[in-house]
């Protein structure tokens, strides 16, 4: 009897500590002191990352698997500073990656390109998350893997920049496949684009680009290859400090490997700071 209550003894506090741990794996409840240790125990496997509130100077390369980061209270999980790789707080080379109510903030490389996630593998999805003041917000694709690409209820500001030899941009992404962004903002850029795709299919709908506080930046969205898809019901500011005023929208810049046919851009709403305000409600690529 003696021995099963010192078992029940030391075996509580160790529970306790898991359940406290900042990052703890839902499936199988075991916590972590750090997020890079909580992915490599999930190895190849499907499972999500509980978060706990808090700011965390640690980054990740999640080399496997089809893995959620989820805070556990949206909003107050913050990765800032700390790169992997020398390229972003979280490197994703998995099977697939969701992220769920995280803050990435302050990241900065040597080759311009310091991001809060850098996409390497598999199928992303982003919801109810930010991305502020560094050099890239989000940056990747280019692999077969990569199919489709989500974001939705996202903020992006204080990002992009062009003093380096290429530029960088809140997002850029190439995949052969869908990108959708919806219900998102994007606002105080500085340098860049804030959206940078070559897709074969876009969907850019009901979001909003605020360039008001913007300095030096370029397009608010540049489909550089040509793609199909929608652009429907967001809204533009126009800023005052731009790179380049030559466009909102620009389709095909770096020429046309992908189609355009069937691309449209409807209940469009460009504006103006005051003294230079215009409203267009509608247009066609």
Same mark, same amino acid.
């Given at each position: 009897m003696r021995a099963t209550i010192l078992l029940l003894a030391l075996a509580a506090p160790a529970a306790a500590q898991e359940r406290t741990a900042p990052f703890v794996v839902a499936e199988t409840g075991k916590g972590y002191a750090t997020i890079d240790e909580a992915v490599t125990a999930i190895r190849d496997d499907d499972a999500t990352i509980l978060i706990a509130p808090g700011t965390y100077r640690q980054c990740t390369v999640q080399t496997g698997g089809k893995i959620t980061f989820k805070a556990r209270q949206p909003g107050t999980v913050i990765f800032e500073k700390e790169v992997c790789e020398e390229k972003a707080g979280f490197v994703l #080379? $998995? #099977? $697939? =990656?969701?992220?769920?109510?995280? !803050? %990435? @903030?302050?990241?900065? !490389?040597s080759d311009g390109n310091g991001a809060g996630i850098r996409h390497e593998m598999g199928d992303l999805t982003i919801t109810n998350s930010m991305f502020l003041d560094s050099q890239e917000g989000i940056l990747g694709g280019g692999h077969e893997t990569v199919r489709r690409i989500s974001i939705d209820r996202t903020t992006f500001a204080g990002l992009g920049q062009c003093e380096t030899e290429n530029c960088s941009h809140a997002i850029y992404l190439a995949v052969d496949g869908d990108v959708s962004v919806t219900r998102s903002r994007f606002e105080r850029g500085t340098g860049g684009h804030y959206v940078k795709l070559r897709a074969r299919r876009v969907n850019?709908?009901? =979001? &909003? %680009?605020?360039? &008001?506080?913007? @300095?030096?930046?370029?397009?608010?969205?540049?489909l550089s290859e040509g793609g199909t898809g929608l652009i429907a019901r967001n809204t533009f500011v126009q800023g005052k400090s731009k790179d380049n005023h030559s466009g909102l929208i620009v389709v095909a810049?770096? $020429? #046309?490997?992908?189609? @355009?046919? $069937?691309?449209? =851009? @409807?209940?469009? =709403?460009?504006?103006w700071p005051p003294a230079r305000r215009r409203t267009r409600r509608s247009s066609r690529i």
């Amino acid at each position: 009897m003696r021995a099963t209550i010192l078992l029940l003894a030391l075996a509580a506090p160790a529970a306790a500590q898991e359940r406290t741990a900042p990052f703890v794996v839902a499936e199988t409840g075991k916590g972590y002191a750090t997020i890079d240790e909580a992915v490599t125990a999930i190895r190849d496997d499907d499972a999500t990352i509980l978060i706990a509130p808090g700011t965390y100077r640690q980054c990740t390369v999640q080399t496997g698997g089809k893995i959620t980061f989820k805070a556990r209270q949206p909003g107050t999980v913050i990765f800032e500073k700390e790169v992997c790789e020398e390229k972003a707080g979280f490197v994703l #080379r $998995g #099977r $697939g =990656s969701t992220i769920d109510g995280i !803050v %990435f @903030r302050g990241y900065a !490389v040597s080759d311009g390109n310091g991001a809060g996630i850098r996409h390497e593998m598999g199928d992303l999805t982003i919801t109810n998350s930010m991305f502020l003041d560094s050099q890239e917000g989000i940056l990747g694709g280019g692999h077969e893997t990569v199919r489709r690409i989500s974001i939705d209820r996202t903020t992006f500001a204080g990002l992009g920049q062009c003093e380096t030899e290429n530029c960088s941009h809140a997002i850029y992404l190439a995949v052969d496949g869908d990108v959708s962004v919806t219900r998102s903002r994007f606002e105080r850029g500085t340098g860049g684009h804030y959206v940078k795709l070559r897709a074969r299919r876009v969907n850019i709908t009901d =979001s &909003s %680009f605020d360039d &008001s506080a913007g @300095r030096k930046t370029n397009y608010m969205i540049d489909l550089s290859e040509g793609g199909t898809g929608l652009i429907a019901r967001n809204t533009f500011v126009q800023g005052k400090s731009k790179d380049n005023h030559s466009g909102l929208i620009v389709v095909a810049a770096e $020429g #046309r490997p992908i189609p @355009r046919a $069937g691309c449209g =851009s @409807r209940t469009m =709403s460009p504006a103006w700071p005051p003294a230079r305000r215009r409203t267009r409600r509608s247009s066609r690529i």
